[in-house]
């Protein structure tokens, strides 16, 4: 029997839990979402942080997923719960989630899973130490981590048309910084395909098919809501800073090879017309 604790129910996990509860006997999910516990879910018993060590004492869970990002002091889950997870040795599969920011700047070009890691942001550097943190435990407790670099999310309810419509774009200057991006319905198929085959201390870029600029992202959304292209936001604030700081294509090559991973959405084309469609 297969038994998921979710530590950091957001976005990705209300999706994959949508998609695949049917696959687990038993689903836990932590969020420090007062309103969100409030509210429930029908396949989830949700908690906050309180009842954490009491469920990590109580249950044998196979499959554990770790959703919320480090601070400066790395994973919060790691620091705080690792030694509730010591005794325990039913576990399947462990993920944790991180990003590509982990990879830095490399000019533009394509980056793989075995590309030099050398953030220059904060959020990057929290991340690596974050991957470092389980990669070390897991192995001295021979653990089944897998690590997942994403690109940036998208899909329904978070996507950059409601930025359009309010005319919140920033003005990125250059049509050759590149990012990477993944339709949720995709980055929730690729957790499943590796929770059930799974290869420990796996680390796997989750990117779509096609790298681009934000400028041509813009430009397609509004062309294919038939509005004009908004002004853009010269914002010098160090969010934009951080973001805008790396450029890097990232290659998802070892997602299809290994996990036999085929994209719904292979690139934002196919994504945002799915998207539009729905609100229109």
Known sequence: MRKLFIYGFGYTAQYLVD????????????TRNKEVIANGNKFVDLID????????L???FTH?????????????????????LKNKSKFNWIGYLSATNVYGDHGGEFVDEKSKTSPSTQKGKNRLLAENQWLSYCKDLNFPIHIFRIAGIYGPNRNIIKRIYENKILDMGSSSQFFS??????????????MFKPNPFSIYNVADDLPSSLNDLIEYVCSELNISVPLKINN??????????????????????????????????????????SIN
């Open 49 to 56: 942080h309180s009842n954490i060590s009491e469920c990590l």
């Open 58 to 60: 109580n249950n044998d």
């Open 19 to 30: 998609q695949f509860n049917d696959n687990f006997s038993k689903i836990v999910g932590y």
């Open 236 to 277: 010098q604030n160090e969010n934009k800073k951080s973001l805008f700081s790396e450029n890097k294509k990232i290659d998802n090559s070892l997602i299809k090879k290994e996990l036999g991973i085929d994209l719904k959405y292979a690139n934002y084309f196919e994504g945002y017309k799915k998207i539009i469609k």
């Open 64 to 84: 554990l997923l770790i959703t919320v990002p480090p601070d400066d002091n790395g994973d919060s889950f790691y620091l705080n719960y690792r030694n509730l």
């Open 181 to 194: 991006r993944i339709h949720i319905d995709d980055l929730t198929n690729i957790l499943k395909a590796s």
